[in-house]
T-cell receptor
Framework: GENVEQHPSTLSVQEGDSAVIKCTYS??????FPWYKQELGKRPQLIID?????GEKKDQRIAVTLNKTAKHFSLHITETQPEDSAVYFC?????????????FGKGTLLTVNP | EAGVAQSPRYKIIEKRQSVAFWCNPISGHATLYWYQQILGQGPKLLIQ????????DSQLPKDRFSAERLKGVDSTLKIQPAKLEDSAVYLC???????????FGNGTRLTVT
């Protein structure tokens, strides 16, 4: 099955700095790469996703880049704010067909210090 | 639109007892998932339903876990008997179509003592 590695497990930055979280995956057939943000005690919420026919996607302060050849993708958060503090999960899936499922990384605890 | 509903929110049981969780997906979402999230880890898929049929239950510990989705709408996940290592948050998620994102419920936090 799919194997997803996520690094780092914890990340502490100063407010206004950038944060980068990286994930690698094993299945070259995977074609869907979402990122979820989970605040303490709350549900995971989709913040951005990218499909394999796109190399980069940006939404305000958040961007995701994908290198299909190397099988890795990254989340970039610029101008971090204290409310960005949360656990971030990458996930990998195959968005075609009925047997669509997401395999998640172990998560990155991001702390933004004021 | 209303989100994915789960109940109960919290449950504390002793080992070897039984427990059941309920999930009501977003209206019209054909695909439903149960994930187990152990503290400090990412969600792990337990079972996937397409309407009322099981698509993938390869990671469901079938000796103690069972799930059903009668009528292709809401679903229940049961653990019988529970073990200490079952302590986790059980997340239900649903999606509308093959290319739409997953929507998660708030989860049920299970503590087995």
């Amino acid at each position: 099955g799919e194997n997803v590695e996520q690094h780092p497990s914890t990340l502490s930055v100063q407010e206004g700095d950038s944060a980068v979280i990286k994930c690698t995956y094993s299945d070259s057939a995977s074609n869907y790469f979402p990122w979820y943000k989970q605040e303490l005690g709350k549900r995971p919420q989709l913040i951005i996703d990218i499909r394999s026919n796109v190399g980069e996607k940006k939404d305000q302060r958040i961007a995701v880049t994908l290198n299909k050849t190397a099988k890795h993708f990254s989340l970039h958060i610029t101008e971090t704010q204290p409310e960005d503090s949360a656990v971030y999960f990458c996930a990998v899936g195959n968005s075609g067909g009925s047997n669509y499922k997401l395999t998640f990384g172990k998560g990155t605890l991001l702390t933004v210090n004021p | 639109e209303a989100g994915v509903a789960q109940s109960p929110r919290y449950k504390i049981i002793e080992k070897r007892q039984s427990v059941a969780f309920w999930c009501n997906p977003i209206s019209g979402h054909a695909t439903l998932y149960w994930y187990q999230q152990i503290l400090g880890q990412g969600p792990k898929l337990l079972i996937q339903f397409q309407n009322n049929g099981v698509v993938d239950d390869s990671q469901l510990p079938k000796d103690r876990f069972s799930a059903e989705r009668l009528k292709g709408v809401d679903s229940t996940l049961k653990i019988q008997p529970a073990k200490l290592e079952d302590s986790a948050v059980y997340l239900c998620a649903s999606r509308a179509r093959w290319n739409s994102p997953l929507h998660f419920g708030n989860g049920t936090r299970l503590t087995v003592t």
